[in-house]
């Protein structure tokens, strides 16, 4: 607790030192200088954009007067801003690579207005032929900090296109059947439509559906928040998300998409898009329903249902709000059958299992976003959430488990039935200001998050178990017949504060502040059930009663370099501070545990732009995570009678250190797009588990075995993982090579008898995939893959191999203009994987569709894995060298008929008084 309290007063003291010396060292200056009354200035703004509509960056821009000569550059969305200026009437020039220089223009604006914001100024290309090397001031592909942005209008696509077949067109993106999409070997988790989340940030809704002719820019955001979104300041990893801007001239619109399909083996599907688009108002509606084949069972159904609705508008001048309301209905029934061999150190132990089940689900999303411009220095964002979700669940299952001679005390066979219902809901509010100083970038915020989630969970169990003590089938039979009662409450409450100090033109010093608390009270509860109806008292041994909380303080102190748009170097270096607290009540065991522990983490980060289009970067990052509550209780846990946990009071925070390096270079005379990522993780003090086999203690079970789980820290845990992607365009884009690869090795630690074991997993995956595009009327993508898995494992038999090679093709070709045959094949080599199992499948997809109404309808019939063959295997490799192979849907061919209708119409948005739209990087509305 000492360690918190003194890292916390740090802190202030030094938020104290800060702000006093500000304000100590105006006080000096105005006492020892004096000043008259300065005369009254004003703010300039304006934006720099190109024939297209995109903002120019690092173009000059000089501003002169009788009283004023200053020059400034524009950021990376084109816009410049001059602050002081002395004269309502000047004269701009505006010059910039690749452009034509404008000629000087004079302006005379309102004496007395102290802000300024300008129409755009518009530049004219400038080409120059040498060599027959067109060189253009505007690349398709420019590498911003934490963004990737793509001009749309680079890209070709068909009239009445989706934004998925624009995306498929550019360099580095990989796009799913399923809508799913991953940028340069890494998944992209939202969607956002000019800077904002769009219908609940699903990816599949917003590609699939909104049209490829509305995009003005495609952009890849390494997003750290909407906190670090304002002040700048980053914390944490990030994720990646689309935004999607919108062209000018087709920034308002309103548009539906409506479907219907039948299909064989009782399938049905259907849908409806809807969304109304002005500028940053937003209006969408979606909701989908399927009735198909469980695609991850090996037998069963499951009918699915979803409903999104979004509303994004304002409120006067200030207030913009975003609702967001989502509910899914889920229910199905399965089939699973799994083969699994564990690697012990005295033996193997192989495992077979069937499991049936029927499942339902409700789950209900509500929020709502307030974001308040209080004033031009002042921002508040406040968001309520809630969230609510039950499930059923009935299952039976049987596993037949056997073992060398040497484990024979785990050989058994058992029955299963469970019936399981649950509650979850949950409640939250957050709450974001942001104060704005005179002094251009100082800025204060402070966030507060509050939220509160309640469990509730109740198991019927009954579990038949045949235990063999010999070779023999004879053994001891064993039933529970049970209900088990799970109450688990969480509290949440953080609060964080972000101060921001400009040391220069180029420099600042950023300070943050956070204290994090995690407050839980669980409640786990076993009575035998002694008939119907009737359930005897709480058995002590298979019961958890407890309560704890985890608070965790932080205090970074940061000096970032870098801040001009001009700056090729950008670094940033620093120190977080990190004290926590752990303490908590097993009730059911009379313990109790209070612990403390302080950790120091560098921060570093460092980017080289050589241009717009190439640039190379550097992060470190370093992450301590305490040991949890269960882990640390020095008890015997008989929860699970056949795997008792044991804690080790002794355990010390685990620490992982990450280092990420970046390079991308866009050629863009060549259109050649090189990207690289290596990343690589070391833990120290991992806590890893020791798997014990030990008698079991039950009088009735004598000579049977029992697994007991202890745990421990061990250092030497690491991974390493690298992802490249080469991409080429020749004639035009109508021919792009693509080539993808990504390369990892996974150094794991486990303990099994109190023996180390090591587990180095390498994998190996390339694919290279051209698309072909050589006319309009044509198109074909064949893709190969491969990919090499290896284990080696200390354990007695531990290594294996999987290679997997695959063929894939898909193509569409237009005909007659209104007819259109879309194919997709796939052809897998297995080799490795043991178990009876179809290791090539050959899976094929056709469709023939039919447009109507001037392309606004079309029907549709298809034909999904025509050939029938695929059955495959789901399959895993746990740490200990083994496998787990699940059977998963063996038939699979089924045809459907489908007709689709889309309705649109698109305008372009408009200033007031006919003046030019101003808009920020991401694409929102000024």
Do not use: C
Not at 501 to 513: D, H
């Amino acid at each position: 607790m000492n360690y918190l309290y003194n890292a916390l007063k740090s802190g202030i003291v030094l938020l104290v030192l800060i702000f006093s010396s500000g304000v100590l060292y105006a006080q000096v200056q105005t006492k020892e200088q004096n000043p008259p009354p300065p005369l009254p200035t004003r703010e300039i703004s304006g934006i720099v954009k190109d024939s297209t509509d995109l903002g120019v960056i690092g173009a000059t821009v000089s501003l002169t007067s009788d009283k004023d000569t200053l020059k400034t550059s524009t950021n990376t969305d084109g816009i410049f801003v001059f602050r002081n200026v002395k004269s309502a009437t000047y004269v701009i020039v505006v010059q910039s690579i690749g452009y034509i220089k404008t000629p000087a223009m004079r302006f005379k604006q309102n004496d007395t207005s102290p802000r300024i914001v300008m129409d755009p100024i518009v530049l004219k290309e400038e080409r120059n032929t040498l060599n027959e090397v067109v060189i253009n001031g505007t690349p398709s592909i420019t590498y911003k900090t934490d963004t990737v942005e793509y001009k749309a209008s680079d890209y070709i696509v068909r009239k009445n296109a989706t934004v998925d077949e624009l995306l498929k067109k550019m360099e580095g993106m990989e796009v799913g059947n399923d809508g799913s999409l991953v940028h340069q070997g890494e998944a992209v988790t939202k969607a956002k439509l000019n800077g904002k989340e769009y219908l609940g940030g699903d990816i599949a809704n917003a590609i699939k559906n909104l049209p490829a002719e509305i995009v003005d820019k495609i952009q890849i955001v390494d997003d750290y928040g909407d906190q670090a979104a304002r002040t700048g300041v980053k914390d944490g990893d990030p994720q990646k998300i689309l935004n999607i801007t919108t062209r000018t001239d087709k920034s308002v619109g309103n548009m539906m998409n409506l479907h219907t399909a039948g299909g064989s083996n009782e399938r049905k599907e259907a849908g409806l898009f809807a969304t109304r688009i002005n500028g940053n108002q937003q209006i969408g509606l979606n909701g989908n329903y399927n009735d198909a084949i469980n695609l991850n069972a090996l037998s069963g159904s499951t009918k699915n249902a979803n409903a999104r609705f979004s509303l994004r508008d304002k409120i006067g001048k200030k207030i913009e709000y975003n609702l967001g309301y989502q509910f899914q209905n889920s229910n199905g029934d399965n089939l699973n059958e799994t083969e699994s061999l564990s690697i012990l150190n005295n033996g193997q132990l192989h495992s077979n299992s069937s499991n049936t089940g029927l499942q339902k689900s409700n789950n209900h999303n509500l929020k709502l976003e307030f974001e308040v411009n209080l004033d031009s220095s002042n921002y508040l964002k406040v968001v309520p959430t809630f969230q609510s979700n039950s499930t059923t669940n009935n299952g039976s299952s049987t596993l037949s488990q056997r073992g060398s001679s040497l484990s024979m005390g785990l050989d058994q066979d058992r029955r299963i039935t469970n019936s399981n219902s649950s509650t979850a809901p949950q409640f939250g509010i957050s709450t974001f200001y942001q104060h704005l100083f005179k002094k251009y970038r100082r800025n204060f915020s402070a966030q507060i998050d509050l939220n509160k989630n309640n469990q509730d969970n109740e198991q019927e169990r009954y579990n038949f178990t045949t235990f063999y003590t010999e070779a023999a089938q004879d053994g001891k039979d064993s039933i529970i017949n049970q209900i088990i009662a799970r109450k688990n409450r969480r509290d949440n409450y953080r609060g964080s504060m972000t101060y921001v100090e400009p040391l220069g033109v180029n420099t600042q010093f950023e300070v943050n502040a956070q204290v994090n608390y995690n407050g839980y009270d669980n409640t786990a509860t076993t009575r035998d059930i002694l008939g119907e109806g009737v359930s005897g008292g709480i058995i002590d041994s298979l019961s958890n009663i407890y309560n704890y909380s985890f608070t965790q303080g932080r205090v970074a102190l940061n000096f970032r370099y870098g801040m001009a748009n001009t700056s090729k170097v950008r670094f940033s270096v620093g120190l977080t501070g990190v004290p926590a607290l752990l303490s908590g009540t097993k009730v059911s065991l009379g313990t109790t545990t209070n612990r403390s522990s302080f950790n120091l983490i560098p921060i570093a980060r460092f980017e080289y732009r050589w241009s717009r289009q190439q640039r190379v970067s550097l992060n470190y990052s370093g992450n301590a995570v305490e040991p949890t509550f269960d882990q640390i209780q020095p008890v015997r846990d008989v929860t699970n009678p056949n795997n008792p946990v044991i804690g080790n009071p002794d355990l010390i925070a685990t620490f992982v250190h990450t280092l990420r390096g970046d390079y991308n270079n866009y050629i863009a005379n060549s259109k050649l797009n090189l990207s690289l990522n290596l990343n690589g993780a070391y833990t120290k003090n991992a806590v890893i588990r020791n798997v014990e086999t030990v008698d079991n203690p039950d009088p009735n079970l004598p000579g049977s075995k029992i697994n007991e789980t202890h745990f421990l820290n061990v250092s030497g845990v690491y991974r390493l993982t690298g992802n490249y992607n080469i991409s080429k365009q020749l004639n035009n884009r109508k021919y792009n090579l693509q080539l993808n690869g990504t390369v990892s090795y996974n150094h794991s630690l486990s303990m099994r008898d109190g023996i180390l074991n090591t587990t180095n997993i390498t994998t190996l995956d390339q694919r290279f995939g051209p698309k072909i595009n050589p006319t309009e009327w044509f198109e074909i993508n064949p893709n190969i893959g491969y990919k090499n898995e290896k284990s080696n494992s200390t354990l007695r038999s531990g290594n294996n191999e999987i290679n997997t090679l695959s063929l894939n093709l898909d193509g569409r070709v237009y005909l007659w203009d209104v007819w259109m045959f879309g194919y997709n094949g796939s052809k897998q080599f297995i080799n490795g994987i043991v178990g009876n199992t179809n290791n090539s499948p050959l899976v094929i997809n056709a469709s023939l569709e039919r447009q109507l109404f001037n392309r606004r309808g079309q029907i549709t019939f298809q034909a999904f894995d025509i050939l029938n063959q695929n059955n495959f295997l789901r399959t895993q490799q746990p740490d200990d060298g083994g496998y787990i192979n699940t059977r998963v849907n063996p038939i699979s061919r089924y045809f459907m008929l489908k007709l689709s209708m889309r309705l649109q119409k698109w305008s372009g948005a408009q200033g007031r008084g006919g003046r030019g739209i101003m808009r920020r990087g991401d694409g929102s509305f000024m």
